[in-house]
């Protein structure tokens, strides 16, 4: 099953954690030692949420081996095979690669290892997802996510299903990719509903 939300915005740049325990008024944490921002350049990202240093529920790496990742998750709940003459866009780019859904988790997986593409929250309440200086749940807000990406927050991804979804995406990196992070809120922005990472084609 490919997510359908991602699927219908490749065309148009869009583009997988949150505090299980947080309350709705820390449903964002921000550790102040750290630096994740900022350049000028033309050629690099002001705001960003580097890819190699977020976790599923702060242990789980993006990429990660399927044993270590069923050991914290459990069995998965369903393994697809997709159609690949369907898919747009793959991490693993080949046609061997299978999708795990752990909850409210997909994961591509190509000889043994995950990557992640998905988390949704509402799916999953318990689940989150970290960085050394973030941490997301399906408590946070559009608000809550503007306070730290206000460049990203004021450009609303445009798409056929926007009218119910607000939908922000953020990068990857502070050097400029093509693969980016995208927040899919409510249609009041008061709840976050899904992080997907995003990759061209």
């Known amino acids: 099953m490919v997510n359908s939300i991602t699927r219908c915005f490749i065309g148009l740049i869009l583009l997988f954690g949150l505090g299980c325990n947080q309350s709705a008024k820390q449903s ?3 550790k ?3 630096s994740l921002v900022t350049t000028s350049t033309r050629v690099s990202n002001k705001e960003y ?4 240093s977020v976790k599923l529920n702060g242990t789980i790496p993006l990429i990660s081996m399927l044993k270590n990742t069923a050991k914290k998750l459990g069995k998965a709940d369903s393994i697809i095979t997709p159609k690949y003459d369907e898919v747009s866009a793959s991490f693993f780019n ?5 999708l795990y859904y752990f909850k409210g988790a997909e994961f591509e997986e190509s000889s043994d290892s995950l990557v992640l593409r998905t988390i949704d929250f509402r799916k999953d309440t ?12 399906h408590l946070t807000t559009l608000t809550d996510f503007k306070k730290i990406f206000p460049i990203s927050a004021d450009h609303e991804l445009p798409g056929t299903d926007m009218d119910k979804r607000l939908v922000v995406s953020l990068a990857t990196a502070k050097k400029a990719t093509d693969d980016q ?6 249609e009041d922005g008061n709840k976050l509903l899904r992080i997907d990472y995003w990759i061209p084609d």
């Not at 949420?49 to 190699?52: I, K």
């Not at 992070?181 to 409510?186: K, R, S």
């Open 126 to 137: 318990d689940s989150y997802i970290t960085s050394p200086r973030f941490r997301f749940n």
């Open 49 to 52: 949420l580097p890819w190699d």
């Open 32 to 34: 102040k030692t750290d």
């Open 181 to 186: 992070w995208v927040f899919v809120f409510n």
């Open 94 to 98: 080949n046609d061997r690669y299978k």
């Open 28 to 30: 964002v944490t921000i």
